[in-house]
């Protein structure tokens, strides 16, 4: 059986989609390209964070297109551990692309087939 997450009051995202942010903690940065309102991953993904570190669930998760130094790849961070960092301009995710027209000095912008 597995255990329903409690949904909050009210979950207000800091970040948008296209946002630029970096991480609190750890050396990376990205772009935001999904919001979960609350924790949405695996029980295990969750456990093995380090417990002193570990956020809070019941808040918003976000998806990024991540990079630092050595590498690329996808990052799923809450909301309590990200930063705004626009100051440090576009970041270069191969997967950008994909889903963003292109930066525009301050955020992405979504292209227009994946607006609703």
């Not at 924790?39 to 002193?52: G, H, L, R, T, V």
């Not at 918003?60 to 990052?75: D, G, K, R, T, V």
Request: hydrophobic share 35%.
């Amino acid at each position: 059986m597995t255990s329903q997450i409690p949904l909050p009051e009210q979950a207000e995202a800091a970040f948008s989609i296209g946002d630029v942010v970096r991480h609190r903690i750890f050396d990376f940065r990205g772009v935001v390209f999904d919001i979960d309102p609350v924790f949405a991953n695996s029980d295990e993904w969750y456990e093995s964070i380090p417990e002193p570190i570990r956020p809070i669930k019941n808040q918003p998760f976000y998806h990024l297109f991540a990079e630092n130094a050595e590498s690329s790849y996808i990052a799923y961070v809450s909301q309590q551990n990200l930063l705004p960092d626009r100051e440090q301009g576009p970041v270069s995710h191969p997967g950008i692309g994909a889903v963003f027209e292109g930066w525009d000095g301050n955020q992405y912008k979504l292209k227009r087939l994946m607006r609703q």
